[in-house]
């Protein structure tokens, strides 16, 4: 089966750094996403990997590992904003999205 | 420009009544879908189209039917409905599948069926 595996739950403190983890096991691989989703509202895209490497989009960085179907997104100077979930999701064989759980960030002051 | 606008926003149904929940989007995109999300869990898809006049299941089709009559309408039909069809639904479209094309969401409707 395909999974996609996050942290349910990280707290972390405003002005620090968080990294939060996705680790994967599709049918194929045509990329991976990072989507924050605020309390209450939509999803909307953060970042796009489809190469190993890092992709920098200012205080946001996102990691990807084909090899070990790894992920990571990095969040520089946390703002009290930044508390959402973070989704993870990945492109199969077939281009469907297959989702994690997600993970729900608490900003701390 | 509006993006995807999803109604009604919340609804409150009896187990057995029937209901649509729209979707349009003013991007011309081609790829439409529709997803329901659960606590503790990702977002399931339901069901999704390509263009006009095509349409596949997804992950989760039962009790759900759609049909995409324009490429701006994509409107998800509950049948005969059932508690376990209490969730979020969110309406998605993109330009195609394939590449770095990412989705945009609709708003979302809160459905809950007592």
């Known amino acids: 089966g395909q999974n996609i595996d996050q942290p349910t739950e990280m707290t972390a403190t405003e002005g620090a750094i968080v990294q939060i983890n996705c680790t994967y096991q599709t049918s194929g691989f045509n990329g991976l996403f990072w989507y924050q989703q605020h309390a209450g509202e939509a999803p909307t895209f953060l970042s796009y990997?489809?190469l190993d490497g890092l992709e920098e989009k200012g205080r946001f960085s996102s990691f990807l590992s084909r090899s070990k179907g790894y992920s990571y997104l990095l969040l520089k100077e946390l703002q009290m904003k930044d508390s959402a979930s973070y989704l993870c999701?990945?492109?199969?064989?077939?281009?469907?999205?297959?989702w994690g759980a997600g993970t729900k960030l608490i900003i701390k002051p | 420009n509006a993006g995807v606008t999803q109604t009604p926003k919340f609804q409150v149904l009896k187990t057995g009544q029937s209901m649509t929940l729209q979707c349009a989007q003013d991007m011309n995109h081609e790829y439409m879908s529709w997803y329901r999300q659960d606590p503790g869990m990702g977002l399931r898809l339901i069901h999704y189209s390509v263009g006009a006049g095509i349409t596949d299941q997804g992950e989760v089709p039962n009790g759900y039917n759609v049909s995409r009559s324009t490429t701006e309408d994509f409107p998800l039909r509950l049948l005969s409905a059932a508690p376990s069809q209490t969730s979020v639904y969110f309406c998605?479209?993109?330009?195609?599948?394939?590449?770095?094309?990412?989705?945009?969401f609709g708003a979302g409707s809160r459905l809950t069926v007592l």
């Open positions: 999701a990945v492109k199969d064989s077939n281009y469907q999205l297959i």
């Open positions: 998605a479209s993109s330009g195609e599948l394939s590449g770095a094309n990412v989705l945009t």
């Open positions: 990997n489809v």
